[in-house]
């Protein structure tokens, strides 16, 4: 039996039992591995083969993965992944780059420079965590009171917080895209419905999914911003800007992707595992 996939883990979602009900269809063999009893030798070579990475902490994710790089393992994501999927404003820089439409964003480093960037930007904006998921801590500020309070309140929070991530209230329809891309494929894209009276799409919050048709144009967009963070396995995150067309407002590095694989009926969990096979020969 060749070597088994690691699923390295710190909770269980459906996403995980998902990856173990799959592997067991296919007759892939893998490991679960709890991320919070591991224990790495960072003067040993690794005993792990190919990880498929699926921590939900960031500070677990990275540094777990960056032990295990190091000691050869091969990691997906990779810890370059990680690191720039996983902060907001990394991930902002490289797709412009790229060349991929975005958000308009300020970022700013104190309450004060903060306060004067929206004085001159104008309102509604969106304060972001460059570092969060879920749509924690994500609030729109519509007036220069809301603001205030807001940024104040962060200012005495951890200092991720305390980068304030400016971000422009895209007009849209009252929904977002979810992608999940595989290698160099979009294997499935969902709409997530705004829920009733919240401008924000999480379906933990509310928001309805249905299917969204993988466009030629989707297709080549979500490509072009996995590859900007050189990600193997991501879920883009997208806004159809009624001025701008398609824009990417996040790349999730440990995407989760129920949502996708209920709505469109895509075996996600497999396509995750044959990827993660094929690319360890």
């Known amino acids: 039996m060749s070597p088994p996939i690691s699923v390295l883990y710190d909770t269980i979602r459906l996403e995980e039992k998902a990856l173990v009900e799959s592997a067991k269809k296919r007759g892939i063999n893998i490991q679960m591995v709890d991320c919070r009893n591991l224990v790495i030798d960072l003067d ?9 990475q699926r921590c939900v902490s960031y500070y677990r994710n990275l540094h777990s993965t960056a ?48 306060l004067e960037a929206l004085d001159s930007l104008g309102y509604p904006r ?17 007036s220069k009171e809301a603001a205030e309070g ?10 991720i917080y305390q980068i304030h991530y400016l971000e422009e209230f895209v007009q849209r329809p009252p ?15 969902i709409y997530r419905n705004s ?21 030629p144009e989707l297709e080549d967009i979500c490509i072009k911003a996995k590859n900007a963070v050189k990600g193997q396995i991501v879920g883009i995150d997208l806004m159809e800007s009624t001025d ?9 590095n440990t995407t989760e992707y129920r949502n996708v694989a209920r709505v469109t009926g895509t075996d996600i969990a497999g396509l995750i595992l044959e990827y993660a096979v094929n690319s360890g020969k």
Do not use: Q
């Open 126 to 142: 969106v304060i972001k965590p460059t570092v969060g998921s879920w749509g924690r801590m994500v609030t729109k500020l519509n």
């Open 195 to 215: 829920g009733d009276g919240n401008w924000k799409t999480n379906t933990h919050l509310g928001g309805t999914a249905e299917v969204c048709k993988v466009t």
């Open 67 to 114: 032990a295990l790089e190091g000691a050869g393992a091969n990691v997906i994501n990779s810890l370059h992944t990680g690191i720039y999927a996983g902060n907001k404003l990394f991930t902002h820089m490289l797709l412009k780059k790229a060349g991929i439409n975005t958000p308009y964003v300020t970022v700013a480093f104190t309450k004060e420079s903060a």
């Open 244 to 252: 701008r067309g398609l824009v990417v407002h996040e790349i999730n």
């Open 44 to 52: 040993k070579k690794s005993d792990f083969g190919t990880v498929l």
């Open 150 to 159: 807001i940024i104040e309140e962060r200012e005495k929070m951890y200092p």
């Open 175 to 189: 929904r977002d895209i979810r992608a999940v891309v595989i290698g160099d494929s979009v294997v499935g894209a």
